[in-house]
C-alpha cells in the first residue's frame, strides 16, 4: 500500500521506518529540511535502539522516502498524522498549532477515497472537529484517529506488535480500512474500535493513569521520609498484590518526556473548558508531587553539600528515561539545571543524550567519559536509569571521586554492593 507519514519526530519516524520494513511504500514528509536531509542519507536524527539499522534494511531503503514537499504524497491511500502537540508556552493546554497546519496542507493533496488518520496525542473533541472540517472540503476523504502508544527505547517493538489498536471512527464502516491495515502489521494485536472520543479519552487517561502510579508512589516516598518507612519494600509488598501491581511504582525523581507531563496537563486544561475540572482534580495534585520529587532531589542535595558553591556533582543521566535521548521535561537535567543555578560545579554524562542536552541547556558542562563525570565528584547523583549506571563497579569508582556518596534518584543500584564498597547511599523514601 502506498502511505505517507506526515511528521518525522519520534513517533513518525518510527512509523515510517517500520512500516516501509513490512514492504509499504512510504512517503515521510516533515516541514524541516535538517531533519529529512539525515534522514534521506540514512541517518536517525534522534536515539532509539535499532531505528538506524532498520533504516538501513534494503526494503526501508527501496520503500521510503523523506521530503519537505506534501504533494509527493498526493498518490497516497493512507495520510499518517505524526504531529507533535506540545504544551503551550505558560498554560496548560496543548499547542495544535503544527498539526493544524499539517491537517490542512494534507486535505489539499489528498485524493478523494483516501484515508487521513491521526496519531497524535490530542484534547477530546478535535477529531470531531476536523472531521466536520474535512467533510466540508473533501467530502470522499474520511478521517480515523488512532492513538499511539509506543514507548520511547522500545518503540520499534511497540510498533510491529502492539499490545493493542485503537481506531476512533465517527461511521459505521469508517474504521474498516485501517483495521485491514492494522491486522497485517500484527495479527496478533486486539482491535478496539470506537468513536472519536473514545479513542482520543483512551490515550489521556492511559497516560494519566501511569502518571497516576508513579505520583502515588512518590507521594508514598514522602510519607516514608518523615516516619522511616522504606518506600521501595512498601512498593514491592503492595505491588505483590496483583490487583495493583508493581510496574510504573518505581519511587524516585519522578516522570517526565515529551507525552506524560504536557499531555496529563492538558487533560486538566479539556476538563476545565468541559466544566469538569472536578473530576481531574487529583492530576493536578499528581502533577505537583511529580513537580516536588525534582525539589526533593534537590534539598537532599544541599542538605548534603552545604553550601553548594565550588562543589562539584557528577550527574549521571540527562535523558528523560534510559534507551532514549529525549530530554523533553527530563527530571535529571531539571536537577541538574538547578544545582548548577544554585553556584554548584556540576557535571552531566549520558550516553546517548548530550547533544540533546547541551542544546536545551547549552550552560551547563558535559562530558562523555564516566572517569572525567566522576573524578574529584563531591557527590555523584544517578539519575537517569541507564543499564551502564547500574552495571558500575562501586569499589573502582569511589577511587575517583573525592567523597564517596552517591544519591540514587531512581532506587535501582544495590545498596548492599554500593555501601559494602565504602560508599554512604542517599535516597528519596527511604533511610539508607
Ligand atoms: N514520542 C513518543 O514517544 C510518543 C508516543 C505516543 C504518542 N506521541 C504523540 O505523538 C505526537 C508526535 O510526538 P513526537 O514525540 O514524535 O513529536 P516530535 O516533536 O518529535 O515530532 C513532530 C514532527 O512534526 C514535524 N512538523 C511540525 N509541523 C509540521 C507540518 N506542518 N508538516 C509536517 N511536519 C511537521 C516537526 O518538524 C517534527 O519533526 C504527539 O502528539 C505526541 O504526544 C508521542
Redesign the pocket.
Known sequence: MKISV????????THAICMASLGHEVIA????PQ?VALLNTGVVP?YEPGLTQLLGTANAQSNLTFTTD?SDASNCDIHFL?????QTENELH?DLT??E??FE?VIKIAKPGSLIVG????PVGTAQRLATNLAERKPGVLLNWN??????GH?IADTLQPNRIVIGANTENGAEALANFYKLVSPEAPIFITNFPTAELV?VAANAFLATKISFINAMSEVADATGADVTLLADAIGADDRIGRKFLGSGIGFG???LP??IRAFLARADELGLAESLNFLKEFDLINQRARTRAVALALKELGNPKGKKIAVLGAAFKPDSD?VRDSPALEIAETLHALGASVVVHDPRALESAAAKIPELTYSDSIEETLTQADLTMHLTEWGEYRALDPALVKKLVKVPTIFDGRNVLDVAKWQNAGWKLLALGRAL
Do not use: H, M, Q, W
Not at 119 to 122: G, N, P
Open positions: 506526515i511528521g518525522v519526530g519520534y513517533l513518525g519516524a514528509v516533515d516541514v524541516d531533519k534522534f506534501y505524526c504531529i507533535g502537540t506540545p496543548a503544527a498539526l497546519n499539517a496542507s496519531k497524535s496525542t490530542v492513538p499511539e502508544f509506543l514507548r520511547e518503540a490515550k518526556g515529551g507525552c504536557k499531555d529525549d
